[in-house]
């Protein structure tokens, strides 16, 4: 008999969280170490989680009317220069191209951080009338940013992204689509992912830079830290001016056109880990799951129980289901915990037994419930189960976010709350950027946003005791 493999442990969350979340980053086989730092490799089981993603918001992208494009991979120095802070914003996590072959380059080149200043300069040539508008372009690619501290899937130098670039004729078209943008990345995270979110402002001091206003979904994670899900931004007509990109209206005057931005990534996967992982490994929504059952015989050197076991998993998949079935020799003890660090959110057994029965026994990984199924039926089973753990994920992580929002009427009492309790605090806000410093330095937070579901807890500020009338929301973020 082949000796049985070892499934690998992993560090327990309430022991040491960051190495917890390393651990299943590694053994979950989502990701592995490149010879550079910042640079992981994207393992198949990790990428097919990120085809999932993609695949809902590029059917979501091209419901609302974007195309997809591709961009250069290299930004002239001179290019980027263009639009001031911008280029203010991302000098510090930029890499340069300077040698291309045996020769130096008569200009130094940026691996892209980000592409406002390509699609500007591509728009520059192409856009001409108000009949070119709207401009609704999408790119799937890579970016390089420069980082110091990097981590898996949070904090790499190179990730996967799209980014979202679009041109309008009009100030309130140009809004509309930020907002709208905004609307399918929560959505994404909502129904896809399970998990809830706050949708709100940047304030001045936190928004992309060049941007007129950023718009953002903040996440609350297990440790209750907060995460930056994803962004959307409006620019005004400022890249356009300083790219000298118009249009003739239909007035027959020359005009800027008005931008937005946005952008998702695969920083999403880190979220999704942090958010539903547990102590034995990685938990999957069954709508984003590479799979959604393991099919798992038992004693399966027992006449029929082999063909039983392929033949369900045959009906699961002709009903749109994504099904493995394990008929390795490794014992269904060892195949239970390795399915259950990769986060298959269901488990089927089947044995002799059972198939006398005409049962099954379906485990979900979320809860560790044990239900005894007729095999007749079973995909419509299946599917009402895999409902319900997504919305048992989804419950579960709302409370996680509800019970740990609280408010504050003062830096001290706020600074006390992140000390004591951690997650997020809401307090009331002059605008003033030196109060929201304050709150970086006595309480070590930053604000995550303005949220749009504005609630009056007072009149004042919690940091000056001046009037206010915006509330904030406060955390430490990843």
């Not at 037994?353 to 007749?376: A, H, M, S, W, Y």
Request: charged share 25%.
């Amino acid at each position: 008999m082949a000796k049985e493999k070892k499934v690998e442990q992993i560090t327990d969350m309430e022991v040491d969280f960051a190495q917890w979340f390393t651990d299943i980053c590694v053994k979950a086989e989502l990701v592995d170490y490149s010879g550079i730092k910042g640079l992981f490799i994207l393992r198949p089981y990790g990428y097919a989680i990120w085809e999932n993603i993609t695949a809902f918001l590029d059917r979501r992208f091209k419901e609302t009317g974007h195309e997809n494009v591709s961009m250069p991979l290299l930004i002239p120095e001179s290019l980027l220069q263009k639009e001031k802070d911008h280029v203010e914003g991302f000098a510090p996590e930029c890499a340069w191209v300077t040698v291309g072959g045996s020769e130096e380059l008569p200009e130094r080149l940026c691996i892209r951080p980000t592409s406002e200043t390509l699609f500007c300069e591509h728009w520059s040539h192409v856009v001409h009338s108000w009949r070119d508008l709207p401009m609704k372009y999408n790119q799937w690619c890579s970016v390089l940013r420069w980082e110091k501290t990097t981590r898996p899937f949070l904090r790499g130098r190179e990730f996967l992204w799209q980014e979202g670039h679009t041109l309008h004729a009009t100030e309130q078209e140009a809004v509309e689509e930020t907002e709208q943008m905004l609307e399918i990345y929560a959505e994404c995270y909502e129904k896809l992912l399970a998990m809830p979110v706050v949708k709100g402002i940047k304030t001045e001091k936190e928004k992309f830079a060049g941007a007129e206003r950023t718009y953002c979904v903040e996440c609350m994670m297990h440790d209750r830290k907060g995460l930056q899900a994803a962004t959307s931004h409006y620019f005004g007509n400022g890249f356009t001016k300083a790219f000298d990109i118009t249009f003739t209206d239909k007035n027959n005057q020359a005009v800027n056109p008005y931008q937005t931005s946005w952008g998702f990534t695969t920083r999403s996967i880190g979220g999704l880990i942090m958010t539903h992982g547990d102590n034995s490994g990685l938990v999957l929504p069954p709508r984003v799951a590479p799979v959604q059952l393991v099919v798992i015989p038992i004693a399966q050197h027992k006449p029929g129980v082999t063909e039983k076991a392929e033949e369900i998993a045959a009906a699961l998949k002709n009903a749109g289901i994504r099904v493995k079935t394990d008929l390795s020799d490794q014992s269904p003890g060892w195949k239970f915990a390795q399915y259950e660090m990769k986060g298959i959110p269901l488990r089927l057994e089947i044995g002799p037994k059972d198939i006398e029965n005409g049962q099954c026994v379906l485990v979900r990984r979320d809860t560790g419930e044990k239900v005894f199924t007729p095999l007749e039926g079973i995909a419509e089973s299946v599917n009402k189960l895999l409902d319900a753990v997504h919305e048992g994920l989804y419950e579960k992580a709302k409370k996680n976010l509800d019970d740990n929002i609280t408010s504050a009427n003062s830096l001290d009492e706020a600074a006390e709350i992140i000390r004591t309790k951690g997650g997020f605090v809401k307090t009331m806000w002059c605008g003033d950027e030196a109060c929201e410093l304050k709150f970086k330095e006595v309480a070590g937070v930053s604000s995550r946003c303005m949220p749009f579901e504005q609630e009056k807890l007072g009149e004042v500020c919690a940091c000056c005791g001046r009037p206010a009338d915006k509330m904030v929301i406060w955390g430490v973020a990843y």
